[in-house]
């Protein structure tokens, strides 16, 4: 049976001087051949309102919620501080929407960085805004300059859990980010950490949520290893 993958995309909201509009809805080639490789049809879902998350979900087999902008503070019941940055709560209704529509019909859901924790937030969980400023890491969550295709960073992960059966107890991975979670949604089990005890992935109890803090679709092509997270999807659908 062919696996058709919808991946929630992104708005671009800057005019620029090649396109003059504020919105124009996108998703990154990398995520579409993380689904396409690992053989999934991937459709791309046009934002919506999140009245119509379930009939989006009725044409697709399983979810795919990728990175982007911060999530809107207030959505998780906290203030905004200085550090939160961009955010887009047109696209955080929506995808809090298409997740809480996909776990009510048992539909499998796959979220990168940006796309965990709105995971999170969908089933009840809060965020950190900064991980500096509120839970003082020590490690760099952000790798740039350095490539984005280059793991820079261990992750331990949790013995019996999908993604260390994939990589194993201690694996590296690459990092783009200064949100994460801070309590876990209903259902939810930190199945990796980072060495400053960051959350670099959960599942949910019965397997079909599942997400990661780091960019697999960014280190595929070099180290194929990662493309296992796109098949895990894949295979659940």
């Known amino acids: 049976m062919t696996v058709k993958v919808g991946i929630a995309s992104n708005h671009w909201i800057h005019p620029s001087t090649r396109f003059d509009t504020n919105y124009i809805d996108y998703i990154q080639i990398d995520y579409v051949?993380?689904?396409?490789?690992?053989?999934?049809?991937?459709?791309?879902?046009?934002?919506?309102?999140?009245?119509?998350?379930?009939?989006?979900?009725?044409?697709?087999?399983?979810?795919?919620?990728?990175?982007?902008?911060?999530?809107?503070?207030?959505?998780?019941?906290?203030?905004?501080?200085?550090?939160?940055?961009?955010?887009?709560?047109?696209?955080?209704?929506?995808?809090?929407?298409?997740?809480?529509?996909?776990?009510?019909?048992?539909?499998?859901?796959?979220?990168?960085?940006?796309?965990?924790?709105?995971?999170?937030?969908?089933?009840?969980?809060?965020?950190?805004?900064?991980?500096?400023?509120?839970?003082?890491?020590?490690?760099?969550?952000?790798?740039?300059?350095?490539?984005?295709?280059?793991?820079?960073?261990?992750?331990?992960?949790?013995?019996?859990?999908?993604?260390?059966?994939?990589?194993?107890?201690?694996f590296l991975v690459n990092s783009f980010h200064h949100q994460a979670v801070d309590q876990l949604g209903a259902d939810l089990t930190a199945t990796a950490v980072s060495d400053d005890k960051v959350i670099e992935a959960f599942e949910s109890a019965d397997g079909q949520v599942f997400g990661v803090q780091f960019h697999p679709e960014m280190m595929f092509k070099t180290h194929p290893e990662f493309r296992e997270v796109f098949q895990h999807l894949v295979d659940l659908g």
Request: net charge negative; with cysteine.
């Open 33 to 170: 051949d993380g689904i396409r490789e690992s053989g999934g049809v991937p459709f791309i879902l046009p934002l919506g309102q999140p009245a119509e998350a379930e009939a989006y979900l009725e044409s697709v087999d399983a979810l795919l919620l990728t990175g982007g902008q911060g999530v809107t503070p207030i959505l998780y019941g906290a203030e905004p501080i200085k550090e939160v940055e961009e955010t887009d709560i047109y696209r955080d209704e929506f995808e809090i929407a298409l997740v809480k529509a996909a776990v009510k019909v048992g539909k499998p859901v796959l979220g990168i960085c940006r796309g965990l924790q709105i995971i999170n937030v969908a089933l009840g969980g809060t965020l950190y805004q900064d991980i500096y400023k509120q839970v003082g890491a020590t490690g760099k969550h952000n790798q740039h300059p350095t490539s984005w295709e280059i793991p820079t960073q261990h992750v331990t992960t949790t013995a019996g859990s999908w993604i260390q059966a994939k990589f194993g107890d201690r």
